[in-house]
């Protein structure tokens, strides 16, 4: 029995890898939630242990991890929560315990959107036209719809589209939030791409759709479905270059949407398990069987 970690014990992805340890493995494995919040009970039941920690931004976060490995003799820590990852991979080999992460210089570029679309652009994977939002009122080419974001988020918060430029001009009048980026609006069909990479392994690469978005046009996914093998392979495609751009490895969960010629681009990019993991139960089997040396199962 393996004594695993996971931050983030309260969110989507966590409740989503926490569910996956019981269903996939049955109470064969230790589980440890820590989260900012107090757990609701109904996430609470999915774990052996629970925590509070304090929040990414602390400086207090990686002693408080540490302290808890210890006590708790965790052998793997698993982070779900995106804006702890950049502390978490750069600090863990502090932490008294293996981190499922990616290299900390990659995670760094897919924490940060601009960051993430400067790289890819640069290494000719298909984007969004994106711009940093301050550049919008001195820009000569702009079209519509177009979408204003952080450039670092979670989930669909603060994400705004736009439809016109009187809307716009409204937005630019009120003035903008710091750290926003612009992005061409791809009205085409939008996917979640679970991507599992090992240095001198076969790739794991499964594609969801999006049936539904919580914010109607943009947001997370309210509902997906796995497209069947050999089916949307231009949009594992763009997403393969995109993980291999970052130098990602390890689990990781893609946004990929289509312009309105169809041509699939990278929205986003998230250096960990996603909300729908478990749509793709490949990847936490590829972790196990990494970090773990545990012997892969196999998943229908």
């Known amino acids: 029995m393996a004594r695993i970690l996971i931050t983030g014990a309260g969110g989507p992805a966590g409740i989503a890898l926490a569910e996956q340890f019981k269903h996939q493995h049955g109470g ?7 989260d900012l919040l107090a757990l609701p009970q109904t996430a609470a039941e999915l774990f052996d242990e629970h925590h509070q920690v304090p929040a990414a931004a602390d400086p207090a976060l990686l002693p408080a991890l540490r302290r808890l490995v210890r006590r708790s003799r965790v052998d793997l820590i698993i982070p779900t929560v995106q804006d702890e ?11 008294g315990a293996p981190v499922v992460s990616s290299p900390s210089h990659g995670v760094a570029l897919a924490h940060d959107k601009l960051l993430t679309m400067a790289t890819l ?25 177009m979408v204003l974001k952080p450039r670092v988020a979670r989930g669909g918060r603060g994400v705004q589209v736009l439809d016109d430029s009187a809307e716009l001009t409204a937005v630019l009048d009120e003035g903008l939030s710091p750290g926003l980026i612009a992005q061409e609006f791809a009205p ?19 594609v969801l759709a999006k049936t539904a978005l919580k914010q109607g046009r943009v947001g997370n996914a309210a509902a997906v479905v796995r497209c069947p093998p050999g089916t949307e392979l231009d949009v594992a495609t763009v ?57 892969a199962r196999v998943v229908a």
């Open 28 to 34: 064969e494995h230790y589980l440890v939630g820590v």
């Open 85 to 95: 990852l950049p502390a978490v991979a750069a600090g863990a080999a502090l932490l």
């Open 121 to 145: 652009a640069a290494a000719g994977v298909p984007i969004p036209h994106t711009l940093p939002a301050d550049d919008l009122a001195a820009s000569a080419n702009l079209t519509f719809p």
């Open 188 to 206: 085409g069909d939008e996917y979640a791409v679970q991507i599992f990479r090992q240095a001198g392994h076969p790739w794991e690469c499964v």
């Open 239 to 295: 997403a393969i270059r995109a993980v291999e751009a970052l130098g990602l490895h390890g689990p990781m969960d893609l946004d990929v949407r289509r312009l309105a010629d169809g041509t699939p681009v990278v929205l986003e990019v998230n250096a960990r398990f996603g909300a729908n993991s478990a749509y793709a139960p490949e990847l936490l089997e590829r972790v196990l069987a990494q970090w773990l040396r545990a012997p």
